[in-house]
């Protein structure tokens, strides 16, 4: 793993890598990934049938002979070989820390880490990092969840990894727990704030309530700036891309993953620069994952970018149960999202029936400038609903911007 860098690059090497090198170093860690899965029966079996072995490989490419896998399929495994299924070739024996994910999509699924494992997302991480601003040193802000979820003690060990200070106050899960996190940690001089925007949201109702200042503003953490960073779960590549600054979207991780966009009958790539379903697949880790379908919608662009990096930019759009299809097309909350103010609160309603119009509702006074421009760039009606601030739901984590109709 590289040291730290006082240079544009934490690993210059790696994030420089010419494209010729890259592919070879990735073609290598695919059939040490494939020979490592052989040992887990889950894969094991659907390599055999796919008719695919280590030996076969001769570029990335030959990822797409792999069949394509699900959550729904781990958690098939669990519930199968509990507790932690049969899709790992190092099992609890080996792992050095264990998570739980939400289950806010179905039954949690279990996360385990070997040494080596957590050594890739220590590295990712500060590559991801450095390139946001984030220097050895510094006091950092985190809002992830603890206990027997993941994020808190991942996020720990990637900033102590960097020698950041990492002052983890939890989701805030309610006005008064915000400002109660906020009173106790006035004091410190906090050089970043790394907060999903739900959280910042709440942190600021309760900032105005204490004049507490030095908190971000909502563009600076928004849901225009979630497609700048990008994850593959934590079960897969927890920190596999962020952005330079300097082009849109966030620099993968591809020596450390063979990362697609495909479409989502096929399995085959769409072009360059349309949506399509995130598939990953994980290389240089004790337990790797080979095609993992995360049903979440990217874009991804292999255009060179001025930064000097040498991988692929990815764009993160949205879930795929997030979409919502209108008059045969498929909206998901970031094209609502972009035509709004930085910071607004807003749902789209899923309509029990298709009627050709798209139901939105957004919390502020009415602005007919808003909704012509979502008409327009859509290219729907769309049937925006003001409603007072504060109306809408909040979450302490992540916001729910879809919700069923009569349910918002």
């Known amino acids: ?34 020979e490592q899965a052989h040992r887990a029966p889950f894969f094991a079996h659907r390599l055999d049938a796919a008719g695919v072995r280590a030996e076969d490989i001769r570029s990335p490419e030959d990822v797409r002979r792999l069949p394509r896998i699900t959550k729904a399929d781990l958690r098939r495994s669990e519930a199968d070989m509990p507790p932690v299924g049969d899709y790992r070739p190092f099992g609890l024996d080996h792992a050095v820390r264990i998570a739980m994910s939400s289950g806010t999509t179905g039954r949690p699924t279990a996360m385990i880490w070997t040494e080596r494992d957590l050594d890739v997302e220590r590295e990712l991480s500060a590559r991801n990092h450095y390139r946001l601003g984030i220097r050895p040193g510094m006091v950092v802000v985190g809002a992830h969840p603890g206990y027997l979820n993941g994020g808190q003690g991942l996020q720990q060990a990637a900033y102590e990894h960097m020698g950041c200070l990492l002052v983890s106050i939890g989701p805030p899960e309610s006005v008064d727990a915000a400002e109660r996190a906020l009173l106790s940690i006035r004091d410190l001089p906090v050089d970043r704030w790394q907060l999903f925007p739900a959280a910042l949201l709440r942190l600021r109702e309760a900032a105005e309530r204490i004049g507490f200042k030095g908190l971000p503003e909502p563009a600076e953490i928004g849901p225009l700036t979630q497609h700048e960073k990008i994850s593959a779960g934590m079960e897969c590549v927890a920190y ?19 990362v697609e966009a495909v479409d989502p009958a096929s399995g085959e790539p769409v072009p360059d620069g349309e949506r399509g379903r995130l598939v990953v697949t994980s290389l240089g880790r004790d337990n790797p994952m080979l095609r993992y379908d995360l049903e979440d919608m990217v874009r991804i662009e292999a255009a060179p970018c001025p930064c000097g990096e040498t991988s692929r930019r990815g764009f993160w759009e949205g879930r795929a149960k997030d979409i919502v299809t209108v008059a045969g097309r498929d909206v998901l909350p970031i ?19 298709d009627t050709g119009r798209l139901p939105v509702k957004v919390e502020g006074e009415r602005d007919r400038d808003v909704e012509d421009a979502l008409a327009h760039a859509l290219e729907l009606p769309v049937d925006v609903e003001w409603v007072a601030r504060g109306e809408l739901p909040r979450a302490a984590y992540k916001a729910q911007r879809v919700v069923p109709a009569g349910q918002s």
Do not use: K
């Open 240 to 258: 596999l891309g962020s952005s330079c600054g300097v082009s849109g979207g966030a620099h993968l991780a591809e020596d450390y993953a063979l």
């Open 1 to 34: 793993m590289a040291a730290e860098s006082n240079g544009r690059y934490w690993n210059p090497e790696a994030q420089t890598m010419p494209r010729q090198a890259l592919d070879a170093l990735r073609t290598e860690r695919l059939r040490e990934a494939i």
């Open 335 to 353: 094209d609502v999202w972009r035509h709004l103010d930085p910071g607004a609160e807003f749902v789209i309603i899923r309509p029990e029936r």
